[in-house]
């Protein structure tokens, strides 16, 4: 049973530019959590999806938008990208309250 | 509003000593639960414990064990006879009955051969 997968591993972009990651949750999970990890800090709340729909939002900007596919996968969009959105993207899937994250994006905005 | 505070930053003990991490959570629901994550410089978030508000009891898994103390909003995790593979960092964090888990910093555990 495969767990939590992300891609890509490693993404380096440019100041402006756009970004798509991408996660597959946990075989039997309906939800998807996005985490934004800065170097040093804890895990911070993007935004949660559940049948398609935009559940809850953590304190993002409008720039971070996502969208979860019928399959229960799910994409994290980022635009207009600032050097300050240099981190680690975690997604993490669920399925009553347990958890399981994946292995992580690694953003680097140059 | 929900906030997980580990005020060590930065611990260091020689291996096979013992180490406590310290938690203390903040939260006004009434149904909450509490976890441990492990991340080792490979980044992975490990899970370790979930505990819901309403179960107390220490838990205890083989070297590691937990002590949940609503009375003190604590939630401190020991690691017995600590070894050099425990290095990493450890995360407390918390979620409510929405799923959205609140991480506090972590606590960055290094133990010295």
């Known amino acids: 049973d495969a767990g939590v997968t992300q891609s890509p591993t490693h993404l380096i972009k440019t100041r402006g530019q756009q970004v798509t990651l991408r996660c597959s949750p946990k075989s039997g999970h309906d939800t998807v959590s996005w985490y934004q990890q800065a170097l040093g800090q804890g895990p911070q709340f993007i935004f949660q999806?559940?049948?398609?729909?935009?559940?809850q939002r953590g304190n993002f900007p409008d720039r971070f938008s996502g969208h979860q596919f019928p399959n229960y996968s799910s994409e994290l969009n980022v635009n207009a990208l600032l050097l300050g959105d240099s981190a680690l993207y975690l997604c993490?899937?669920?399925?009553?309250?347990?958890?399981?994250f994946g292995p992580g994006t690694r953003l680097t905005v140059t | 509003a929900q906030k997980v505070t580990q005020a060590q930053t930065e611990i260091s003990v020689v291996e096979k000593e013992d180490v406590t991490l310290d938690c203390v959570y903040e939260?006004?629901?009434?149904?909450?639960?509490l976890f441990w994550y492990k991340q080792p410089p490979s980044g992975e978030l490990v899970f370790l414990i979930r505990?819901?508000?309403?179960?107390?009891q220490n838990e205890i898994s083989g070297r590691y064990s937990w002590n949940f103390q609503k009375s003190t909003s604590s939630f401190n995790f020991t690691i017995t006879a600590s070894q050099v593979v425990d290095s990493a960092v450890y995360f407390c964090?918390?979620?409510?009955?929405?799923?959205?888990?609140?991480f506090g910093k972590g606590t960055r555990l290094h133990i010295l051969p």
């Open positions: 999806y559940y049948e398609e729909e935009e559940r």
């Open positions: 505990r819901n508000s309403f179960d107390e």
């Open positions: 964090a918390l979620s409510d009955k929405d799923d959205k888990i609140i």
């Open positions: 939260t006004r629901d009434t149904t909450y639960y």
């Open positions: 993490a899937s669920s399925l009553m309250y347990e958890q399981y």
